[in-house]
């Protein structure tokens, strides 16, 4: 086995470098992007429209449109997850979206627990009567 030429060393320092540089440039415009106005006002509105949701979950009696607007609620947080990263969403509108989150999926949880305690069971092996055409 040959031992490295000096050509080869520099060659995969240059390299490296290259890479540690295309790396942060791309981290940088990362963090620039996600910081643009327009994408922090989406965001915004759509954690609006969560809390709005949210709130109606909150107030509505029947369980189907509870769970209803408890599944918009966590679908707008996710679409605003989307745009903006859990720390400027923070920033920007005061709201925990970890800690929110947890509390819409709880709710829904509970609420699928209630409806599926409501729903009437069926028997499955009653004998069904078969279908005499086919």
């Known amino acids: 086995m040959k031992l490295p030429v000096r050509d080869d060393i520099l060659s995969a320092c240059v390299v490296m470098l290259v890479v540690i540089l295309l790396a942060f440039v791309s981290k940088t415009t990362q963090k620039r992007r996600h910081s643009t106005t327009e994408i922090v006002r989406a965001s915004k509105e759509l954690i609006l429209q969560a809390q709005t949701w949210s709130k109606m979950s909150q ?49 829904q949880r509970k609420l699928m627990q209630k409806m599926t305690k409501q729903c009437t069971s069926t028997n499955p092996s009653a004998n069904v009567p078969a279908v005499t055409w086919l």
């Open 59 to 107: 107030q509505d009696q029947a369980m189907l449109f509870k769970l209803q607007h408890t599944v918009l609620a966590l679908s707008y947080l996710n679409a605003a997850r989307l745009l903006c990263n859990d720390d400027d969403i923070l920033r920007h509108t005061n709201v925990n979206v970890h800690t929110t989150i947890r509390e819409l999926e709880t709710a």
